[in-house]
């Protein structure tokens, strides 16, 4: 069964600073890995999907790497900001586009 | 940009009441999803619809059902609601093999 974890659980960080957040899976046989955002109370704001075959995927401030085969991915954010705290979470696709999903790292930017 | 709306943002219901959540997409997408949300278990797929009239299980079916009579629109249904039902439901789209997007989520509460 695919397990998805990401640590750490929670971040704070002052402003300005590049920050990884960690994300794996047990099982590399996965279609897609996308990160997405939440924020309090609100849905998932999808932030990068990056294809099984894709080692990386860029927008704006946000890195995102893939290691299949070392079941891993991480998100870099740089020069972070604090309209950038929120909820980070990492979802592996199975077949038929089934998401697993991780716990989520919050993350918090301190001004 | 793709839209995906979710009827309401709160709902209250008493025990046993049916209970209907709607979910409309307007970018022709082929398949529709419903998750819940709760602390500490994340994010649960309860079913995935990849065609009009097409369904499947997800990881946690029991106690909902769903209908996808239109493309665009995708229900969510609690026969008799119980008050372990109380969770946050999100609703999400896709093409087949690309990012799933996402409604802004109903907040359900069971009396």
């Known amino acids: 069964k695919q397990e998805v974890t990401q640590i750490p659980a929670a971040l704070s960080v002052p402003e300005g600073e590049n920050l990884v957040l960690n994300c794996s899976f047990t099982d590399s046989a996965i279609y897609n890995l996308q990160w997405f955002r939440q924020d309090p109370g609100k849905g998932l704001t999808s932030l990068l999907l990056i294809q099984s075959s894709q080692r990386e995927q860029t927008s704006g401030r946000l890195n995102a790497s893939l290691d299949k085969s070392s079941g891993r991915s991480t998100l870099y954010i740089a020069a972070s900001q604090p309209g950038d705290s929120a909820t980070y979470l990492c979802?592996?696709?199975?077949?038929?586009?089934?998401?697993?999903f991780g716990q989520g790292t919050r993350l918090t930017i301190n001004p | 940009d793709v839209k995906v709306t979710q009827s309401s943002r709160y709902l209250v219901k008493r025990t046993g009441e049916k209970v209907f959540l709607e979910c409309v997409q307007d970018?022709?997408?082929?398949?529709m999803f419903w998750y819940r949300q709760d602390p500490g278990l994340g994010l649960r797929l309860i079913y995935f619809s990849y065609d009009v009239k097409m369904k499947e299980k997800g990881d946690i079916p029991e106690g909902y059902s769903v209908s996808r009579e239109k493309k665009e629109r995708f229900s969510l249904i609690l026969e008799s609601a119980s008050t372990n039902q109380t969770s946050m439901y999100l609703c999400?789209?896709?093409?087949?093999?690309?990012?799933?997007?996402f409604g802004p989520g109903t907040r359900l509460t069971v009396l």
């Open positions: 979802a592996v696709s199975l077949e038929a586009q089934k998401l697993v």
């Open positions: 999400a789209s896709s093409y087949y093999g690309n990012e799933q997007f």
């Open positions: 970018m022709d997408h082929e398949n």
